[in-house]
C-alpha cells in the first residue's frame, strides 16, 4: 500500500494551491475593475435615478452586480451615495437584496464547464491589451483576461486541493465541519471578510466539493458564513460616515445574518432541499461532487432570503433607525425631479426643484467636511468621499439645470422666470463651490506626499477661514431655499470679512517667508488654499445676493 503523504510533492501541491488561489483573486479583481472601468460613472446616475422604490432596487441590484460581478463593490457603492445624500435608506436596501442575488451568478458560471477555455480567453483578453491602442477595448480586454485568469486559477488549486482531500488529516478536519457545521459558518465568515469576496471564497469551496473535499452540509455552512463575511466592504465604507451610511451598512449587516441564522437552525431540511432539487428536480449528475450544486444552494439562499424579508423593509428600516440615530446631522430626503409637475403646476415644479437644490447643497456641505478631515487629519477614506460627492455634484448640477431650462420653456410668469433663473444660478455657484474644494483636495494631498507642513499661525489661519467658510455655506443654503432676506444679510456682511482676511493673511504668509519662519516650498501652496476659500465665499454670497435681489441681476442670460 502506498503512503499517500509521502506521494505528495509538498513543494509543488503548496506552490499550486497559492499560485492558483492568487491568479484566482486577481483574476476576480482584474475582471470587476474592467467592468466598472466600462460602465463608468454611469452606473452611480442609474442606481440613483432607478431605485425609487424598494422592488427597483432589487432589479438594479441584481443587474449592476451582475456587470460588475462584485456585490460587494456594489454595496461600498450604495453606502457612498446614501452618504453624499443622493440615495435614501429605503431605496438602498433594496439595491444591497439585489446585489445579494446579482453574486450568485458568479458561482452558477464557475460550475459549468467555461473553465475548458481559459487558456484562449488569457489569449483574446492579452491580445486585446498589447495589440489594441483605444481604451475602451483594453478594458474589454482586461475583462475576459481576468476571466480567463479566474478559471485558470481554480484548475490550477483544484488539482492540488484533490490530493490533500485525500489525506487522513484533511479528511478529518471535514469530518468536524459535517459534525459541527457552526465551524463552517466561521470559516466561510472569516475567509471572506479577509479576502472580501464571497464569489471568490464560493470558488474556492466549489473545487473543495468537485473533489469530494467537503460534504454538502458542511459546504451549506461555508456559503451561510460567507454571506455574513461580505458585508464587511459596506462597513468599511460607512466608518466616518453620517448615520444614514451607517444604517445603510447596518441593514446589509442585518439582512444578511439573519438569513444566515434562519437557514442554520434549518440547516438539516435545508441541506434535504437542495439535495432533493439536485438529483431528482434539476438531475445533476454527480451531485455530492458536482460545482453547480454549490452554486444552487448559493441561490436559493440568496433568493428565499430576498424573498422572506423584502415584507420587512419598512420594519428593519425603523430598526436601524432607532439603532443608530442622528446626532446633529443634515437629513437628506429622497427628491426626484418630477416632470410631470412642469405639465401640472409651474410653482410646484419650482418647490421641487428647491428641496433637490436643498439635496445637491448637503452633499456640498458634506463635501466641505471631507475636504477638511483629509487636510487637516490625513483621514484617506475622507478623500475618497470627498471625490465622490465631486462627482455627484457634477451630476446633480446636470440633472437639475435640464429639468430648469424644461421649466423655462412652459409659459411662466415674470417672478417664475426669474426664480428659474436664480435657480440655475445657485446650482452653478454649488458646482463652483464644490470645484474648489475638489482644487483644495488636490493642494492637500501633494501637501501631504511631500511631508510638508504648515506653519503653526497659518494652521490657525486656515481653520478660523474653515469656521467661516462652514457657516456661510450653511447659512446660505438655508437662505436660499428658504427666501430668508435677514440671513443672507449675514452672509453677505460675513463675506466681506472673508475677503478683509484673506489679504491679511497673504501679508502675513509673506512676512513669515521674509522672516524665514516659513519654507519656501510652502509658499504657493497656502496663497492658493487662501485663493480657493476665498472663492468659495464669494459662491456663497452670490446666492445671499440672489435672496436679496427681487429681480435676478447677474449678467448671466438664460431665456
Same mark, same amino acid.
Given at each position: 500500500?502506498?503512503?499517500?503523504?509521502?506521494?505528495?510533492? !509538498?513543494?509543488?501541491?503548496?506552490?499550486? *494551491?497559492?499560485?492558483?488561489?492568487?491568479?484566482?483573486?486577481?483574476? *476576480?479583481?482584474?475582471?470587476?475593475?474592467?467592468?466598472? +472601468?466600462?460602465?463608468?460613472?454611469? %452606473?452611480?446616475?442609474?442606481?440613483?435615478?432607478?431605485?425609487?422604490?424598494?422592488?427597483?432596487?432589487?432589479?438594479?441590484?441584481?443587474?449592476?452586480?451582475?456587470?460588475?460581478?462584485?456585490?460587494? $463593490?456594489?454595496?461600498?457603492?450604495?453606502?457612498?451615495?446614501?452618504?453624499?445624500?443622493?440615495?435614501?435608506?429605503?431605496?438602498?436596501?433594496?439595491?444591497?437584496?439585489?446585489?445579494? *442575488?446579482?453574486?450568485?451568478?458568479?458561482?452558477?458560471?464557475?460550475?459549468?464547464?467555461?473553465?475548458?477555455?481559459?487558456?484562449?480567453?488569457?489569449?483574446?483578453?492579452?491580445?486585446?491589451?498589447?495589440?489594441?491602442?483605444? +481604451?475602451?477595448?483594453?478594458?474589454?480586454?482586461?475583462?475576459?483576461?481576468?476571466? #480567463?485568469?479566474?478559471?485558470?486559477?481554480?484548475?490550477?488549486?483544484?488539482?492540488?486541493?484533490?490530493?490533500?482531500?485525500? %489525506?487522513?488529516?484533511?479528511?478529518?478536519?471535514?469530518?468536524?465541519?459535517?459534525?459541527?457545521?457552526?465551524?463552517?459558518?466561521?470559516?466561510?465568515?472569516?475567509?471572506?471578510?479577509?479576502?472580501?469576496?464571497?464569489?471568490?471564497?464560493?470558488?474556492?469551496?466549489? $473545487?473543495?466539493?468537485?473533489?469530494?473535499?467537503?460534504?454538502?452540509? #458542511?459546504?451549506?455552512?461555508?456559503?451561510?458564513?460567507?454571506?455574513?463575511?461580505?458585508?464587511?466592504?459596506?462597513?468599511?465604507?460607512?466608518?466616518? #460616515?453620517? $448615520?444614514?451610511?451607517?444604517?445603510?451598512?447596518?441593514?446589509?449587516?442585518?439582512? =444578511?445574518?439573519?438569513?444566515?441564522?434562519?437557514?442554520?437552525?434549518?440547516?438539516?431540511?435545508?441541506?434535504?432541499? *437542495?439535495? !432533493?432539487?439536485?438529483?431528482?428536480?434539476?438531475?445533476?449528475?454527480?451531485?455530492?461532487?458536482?460545482?453547480?450544486?454549490?452554486?444552487?444552494?448559493?441561490?436559493?439562499? @440568496?433568493?428565499?432570503?430576498?424573498?422572506?424579508?423584502?415584507?420587512?423593509?419598512?420594519?428593519?428600516? !425603523?430598526?436601524?433607525?432607532?439603532?443608530?440615530?442622528? +446626532?446633529?446631522?443634515?437629513?437628506?430626503?429622497?427628491?426626484? %425631479?418630477?416632470?410631470?409637475?412642469?405639465?401640472?403646476?409651474?410653482? %410646484?415644479?419650482?418647490? @421641487?426643484?428647491?428641496?433637490?437644490?436643498? =439635496?445637491?447643497?448637503?452633499?456640498?456641505?458634506?463635501?466641505?467636511?471631507?475636504?477638511?478631515?483629509?487636510?487637516?487629519?490625513?483621514?484617506?477614506?475622507?478623500?475618497?468621499?470627498?471625490?465622490?460627492?465631486?462627482?455627484?455634484?457634477?451630476?446633480?448640477?446636470?440633472?437639475?439645470?435640464?429639468?430648469?431650462?424644461?421649466?423655462?420653456?412652459?409659459?411662466?410668469?415674470?417672478?417664475?422666470?426669474?426664480?428659474?433663473?436664480?435657480?440655475?444660478?445657485?446650482?452653478?455657484?454649488?458646482?463652483?463651490?464644490?470645484?474648489?474644494?475638489?482644487?483644495?483636495?488636490?493642494?492637500?494631498?501633494?501637501?501631504?506626499?511631500?511631508?510638508?507642513?504648515?506653519?503653526?499661525?497659518?494652521?490657525?489661519?486656515?481653520?478660523?477661514?474653515?469656521?467661516?467658510?462652514?457657516?456661510?455655506?450653511?447659512?446660505?443654503?438655508?437662505?436660499?431655499? =428658504?427666501?430668508?432676506?435677514?440671513?443672507?444679510?449675514?452672509?453677505?456682511?460675513?463675506?466681506?470679512?472673508?475677503?478683509?482676511?484673506?489679504?491679511?493673511?497673504? +501679508?502675513?504668509?509673506?512676512?513669515?517667508?521674509?522672516? =524665514?519662519?516659513?519654507?519656501?516650498?510652502? $509658499?504657493?501652496?497656502?496663497?492658493?488654499?487662501?485663493?480657493?476659500?476665498?472663492?468659495?465665499?464669494?459662491?456663497?454670497?452670490?446666492?445671499?445676493? @440672489?435672496?436679496?435681489?427681487?429681480?435676478?441681476?447677474?449678467?448671466?442670460?438664460?431665456?
Amino acid at each position: 500500500m502506498v503512503n499517500l503523504t509521502l506521494a505528495i510533492d !509538498w513543494k509543488e501541491t503548496i506552490f499550486n *494551491i497559492f499560485g492558483g488561489l492568487g491568479i484566482f483573486l486577481f483574476g *476576480i479583481n482584474m475582471m470587476s475593475d474592467s467592468l466598472k +472601468k466600462i460602465a463608468g460613472s454611469r %452606473l452611480k446616475l442609474f442606481l440613483e435615478k432607478s431605485t425609487n422604490t424598494p422592488l427597483k432596487g432589487i432589479f438594479v441590484g441584481i443587474f449592476i452586480t451582475a456587470i460588475i460581478q462584485s456585490s460587494s $463593490a456594489t454595496s461600498a457603492l450604495v453606502v457612498g451615495l446614501v452618504r453624499a445624500g443622493l440615495m435614501t435608506l429605503p431605496q438602498a436596501v433594496g439595491v444591497i437584496f439585489g446585489a445579494n *442575488i446579482g453574486t450568485t451568478i458568479t458561482s452558477v458560471l464557475i460550475a459549468t464547464n467555461i473553465g475548458d477555455y481559459a487558456m484562449p480567453m488569457m489569449f483574446v483578453g492579452a491580445a486585446l491589451i498589447f495589440f489594441v491602442h483605444k +481604451k475602451k477595448i483594453k478594458n474589454y480586454g482586461s475583462a475576459i483576461l481576468g476571466f #480567463g485568469m479566474l478559471f485558470f486559477g481554480l484548475e490550477t488549486m483544484g488539482g492540488a486541493l484533490k490530493l490533500l482531500a485525500e %489525506l487522513d488529516v484533511f479528511i478529518n478536519l471535514i469530518e468536524s465541519v459535517a459534525l459541527h457545521p457552526i465551524l463552517g459558518v466561521l470559516a466561510g465568515a472569516g475567509t471572506t471578510a479577509v479576502i472580501q469576496s464571497s464569489s471568490a471564497t464560493i470558488g474556492i469551496l466549489q $473545487a473543495l466539493y468537485n473533489n469530494g473535499g467537503v460534504p454538502l452540509i #458542511g459546504a451549506i455552512a461555508i456559503v451561510l458564513g460567507d454571506n455574513i463575511g461580505t458585508t464587511v466592504t459596506s462597513i468599511f465604507a460607512s466608518i466616518g #460616515g453620517q $448615520a444614514s451610511a451607517k444604517r445603510t451598512a447596518l441593514i446589509h449587516v442585518m439582512f =444578511n445574518s439573519i438569513g444566515t441564522i434562519i437557514f442554520f437552525l434549518l440547516l438539516g431540511p435545508y441541506t434535504n432541499l *437542495i439535495a !432533493w432539487l439536485a438529483q431528482d428536480v434539476l438531475h445533476i449528475s454527480n451531485y455530492l461532487t458536482n460545482k453547480l450544486t454549490i452554486s444552487l444552494a448559493h441561490v436559493c439562499f @440568496n433568493l428565499i432570503n430576498v424573498f422572506v424579508l423584502y415584507f420587512f423593509i419598512k420594519q428593519m428600516v !425603523w430598526l436601524v433607525t432607532k439603532i443608530i440615530p442622528s +446626532k446633529g446631522e443634515i437629513e437628506v430626503d429622497e427628491i426626484i %425631479l418630477d416632470k410631470n409637475l412642469l405639465e401640472v403646476s409651474a410653482d %410646484l415644479a419650482l418647490l @421641487n426643484v428647491n428641496d433637490a437644490i436643498t =439635496n445637491m447643497g448637503n452633499v456640498a456641505r458634506g463635501m466641505l467636511e471631507f475636504t477638511y478631515n483629509y487636510g487637516f487629519h490625513k483621514d484617506e477614506k475622507e478623500r475618497e468621499m470627498a471625490a465622490q460627492c465631486e462627482e455627484l455634484l457634477d451630476t446633480m448640477d446636470d440633472k437639475i439645470h435640464n429639468h430648469l431650462v424644461l421649466l423655462g420653456a412652459k409659459d411662466l410668469t415674470d417672478s417664475q422666470i426669474q426664480q428659474v433663473a436664480k435657480d440655475i444660478d445657485t446650482i452653478t455657484d454649488i458646482e463652483r463651490i464644490g470645484d474648489h474644494l475638489d482644487n483644495l483636495l488636490e493642494f492637500f494631498e501633494i501637501r501631504h506626499e511631500k511631508k510638508m507642513v504648515f506653519h503653526e499661525k497659518a494652521h490657525e489661519e486656515l481653520e478660523e477661514l474653515f469656521s467661516l467658510i462652514r457657516q456661510s455655506i450653511d447659512e446660505s443654503l438655508k437662505a436660499y431655499t =428658504n427666501m430668508d432676506k435677514e440671513l443672507a444679510l449675514v452672509v453677505n456682511v460675513r463675506e466681506d470679512k472673508i475677503d478683509k482676511l484673506t489679504r491679511k493673511y497673504r +501679508k502675513n504668509h509673506i512676512q513669515r517667508i521674509n522672516d =524665514n519662519s516659513c519654507v519656501e516650498t510652502e $509658499a504657493g501652496f497656502y496663497v492658493d488654499i487662501l485663493s480657493n476659500i476665498e472663492r468659495i465665499g464669494d459662491h456663497c454670497n452670490n446666492m445671499a445676493i @440672489n435672496v436679496l435681489s427681487d429681480e435676478f441681476s447677474h449678467d448671466d442670460q438664460y431665456f
